[in-house]
């Protein structure tokens, strides 16, 4: 079954006087339980594709529907109730709280569940055990490495058991040691079920992923290695 069906999606923004089209009629069905990597280079539209899927941004036309819902005119409130549940969240860079430690930050995403405060640290010891770090715990951000904040930071969008990870460039910030890390991380979330979309543009991190798709200048491939990177004409063999 999909969770996330986008049909003719486009966004256009305004720059200057002249509004820019930066996604063209993208079509991506994404099964619940895949992996899936988004290539591109900078420029060609993953942040603002990936900020659709999340549900931070609305499209200028097209539909999206996760998870059987349709998503069109809902409101902000609506919207980020669907972030809320449905969906976790790994960026660059960690994006963590910096006067909350490693348990608090990932305790508070169930702060708006009404969650209580006891188990809202029960699940958030957890989490943070399944990324390794139980003996962090009661670190602050600064006193972490940036692996460990990005282990953090997909401990905070796990705890929510969310339907879809997102992850926009998880290893951008990341020495390949910790990025494999994070990587080994990633397979375990996806052997256990997880639907995971990742946005690299590192081609040794989207193998990591059981697919990868390449968007350039706005379009999004979807069947194969049509779209190379660097814009090459050449075939490769
Ligand atoms: N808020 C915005 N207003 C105007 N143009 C934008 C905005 N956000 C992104 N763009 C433009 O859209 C294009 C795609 O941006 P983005 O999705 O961030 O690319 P990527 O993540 O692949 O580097 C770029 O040309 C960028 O300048
Ligand atoms: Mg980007």
Known sequence: MAIVELTNICKD?????????????????????????IMGPSGSGKTTLMNIIGCLDVPTSGSYTLD?????????????DVRNKHLGFVFQSFHLMPRLNALDNVALPLLYGGVSLKERRERAAEALKAVGLEDR???FPNQLSGG???????????????????????????????GNQIMDIFRQLSNEGMTIIMITH???????????YHILDGELRTDGNLVKMGGGEDEED
């Not at 923004?13 to 990597?37: C, D, F, M, W």
């Not at 460039?169 to 020495?175: K, M, Q």
């Open 13 to 37: 923004y305004q720059q200057g006087k002249e509004p820019v089209r930066v996604l063209k009629n993208v079509n991506l069905t994404v099964e619940k339980g895949e992996y899936l990597a």
């Open 68 to 80: 059987g819902q349709d998503l069109r005119d809902l409101d902000d409130d609506a919207m980020a």
């Open 137 to 139: 715990m009661d670190f």
């Open 148 to 178: 460990q904040c990005q282990r953090v930071a997909i401990a905070r969008a796990m705890v929510g058991k969310p339907d879809l990870l997102l992850a926009d460039e998880p290893t951008g910030a990341l020495d390949t040691k910790a």
């Open 202 to 212: 590192e081609p040794g991190i989207a193998a990591c992923a059981d697919k990868t």
